[in-house]
């Protein structure tokens, strides 16, 4: 029997309500196809935060890097102001990792409702390949007011490390400014693992940009997608700026098979991506370090509402877990999961209430596990 060990961050708000589904499922997948999980638990989030001070430490990531994939709920809290948490656990984690693909599939199961008229399942399925790392989520920027002031900004990562030392000379009364970087390296990277599923499926790769305004980093980033695109001549392209392809979403989501975008575009279009697929509680994510660590998580917050009521739907989260089975090289566990989803959604019985049902978080979790050992 093949042992993993997985840890495991539950995270705040719903994060551990749902991971628990998750692990139920996961653990049955396990029994059925012949391997043992071993989680291991770890507390980091807003309790955490707030009893220690510690969001998550050097040690912490140091101890994580051991393991190929982590299984992450979701974090967010009102006590704390937005964007510490985020930044000090969730983004730390995928750049720490160096977990440079952002991997959201977009595909409408079977039996779920979708707000797009006469769309169906066969419509809805492609990928999106969002970049983890760059773009405008290096987070470095700043104020100043009115005169000069200095100020040295760093980006450090596995691969390289950028310095910008700025001389400000400003009559405004004061400016708020951000920097967005991306690297030959970064950019490279992302879009050949895009072309290399594009391969592996539809042949179809769609960019995602705004080389119209923002020709620096965008022009940078269509010139490595022209270069890379050379070695993959059997892939059909094409370019898209970010606000027609949302509108293309809507109209044509047909057209789309991989779909490859910087940073903040990908955060934004698969937003609009979960929607057309049935909502947030039906988006999974897997932030991808094909080398290294990787971490899986639903797309959707920490919705603290909600906490501690059993309500919420837990598909996002457990479809998340197939693809960490996935990248574990559980292929047939993987796909069971996902079977068993669809399946659960098919048979239409055992359903949260944004699915129209008022089954309780577990009952689903306990549903497609039963299924899982089914199929
Ligand atoms: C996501 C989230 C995160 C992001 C936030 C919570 C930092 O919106 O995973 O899409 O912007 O990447
Ligand atoms: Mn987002």
Avoid: C
């Avoid at 047909?254 to 609009?272: R, Y």
């Avoid at 094909?290 to 906490?307: L, Q, V």
């Amino acid at each position: 029997m093949t042992q993993y060990k997985i840890p495991v961050i539950p995270g705040d708000g719903i994060g551990p309500e749902i991971i628990r589904e998750g692990r139920k499922v996961l653990d049955t997948a396990g029994e059925r196809f012949g391997f043992d999980i071993e989680w291991v638990e770890y507390p980091h989030g807003a309790d955490h935060y707030l009893k220690t001070g510690e969001l998550i430490s050097e040690d912490t990531l140091k101890e994580l890097s051991q393991y190929k994939a982590i299984y992450f709920g979701a974090i967010g809290d009102e006590r704390i102001k937005p964007g510490i948490l985020e930044k000090g656990i969730l983004l730390n984690i995928r750049f720490y990792f160096d977990e440079y693909v952002n991997l959201r599939p977009v595909k409408l199961l079977e039996g779920v409702w979708t707000p797009l008229k006469d769309k169906t399942a066969r419509d809805i399925d492609f990928v999106v390949v969002r970049e983890n790392t760059e773009d405008f989520y290096i987070g470095i920027g700043g104020r100043a007011k009115k005169g000069k002031s200095k100020k040295t900004l760093e980006v450090m990562r596995n691969m390289y490390s950028v310095k910008f030392g700025l001389d400000i000379d400003s009559d405004s009364e004061e400016i708020g400014y951000q920097l967005g970087l991306i690297s030959k390296e970064g950019t490279r990277r992302v879009i050949r693992y895009a072309f290399e599923l594009a391969n592996d499926r539809n042949k179809h790769l769609s960019s995602v940009d705004k080389a119209n305004v923002l020709s620096d980093i965008y022009g940078f980033w269509r010139e490595e997608f022209t270069s890379i695109a050379a070695e993959y001549p059997d892939v059909k392209t094409d370019f898209n700026f970010v606000d027609a392809i949302t509108m293309w979403f809507v109209k044509n989501p047909e057209w789309f098979d991989i779909v490859v975008a910087p940073n903040m575009f990908g955060d934004i279009i698969t937003d609009l991506g979960a929607m057309i697929q049935g909502g947030l509680g039906l988006a999974p994510g897997g932030n991808i370090n094909p080398e290294g660590t990787s971490m899986f998580e639903p797309i959707h917050g920490s919705a603290p509402k909600y906490k501690g009521q059993n309500k919420v739907n837990p598909i996002a989260t457990i479809w998340a877990g197939a693809l960490l089975l996935d990248q574990l090289g559980e292929k047939d566990a993987s796909s069971a999961i996902v079977k068993a989803i669809e399946h659960n959604i098919v048979n239409g019985e055992v359903k949260t209430y944004d699915m129209g049902g008022e089954s309780k978080t577990s009952d689903v979790g306990s549903d497609i596990a039963r299924l899982v050992k089914e199929i």
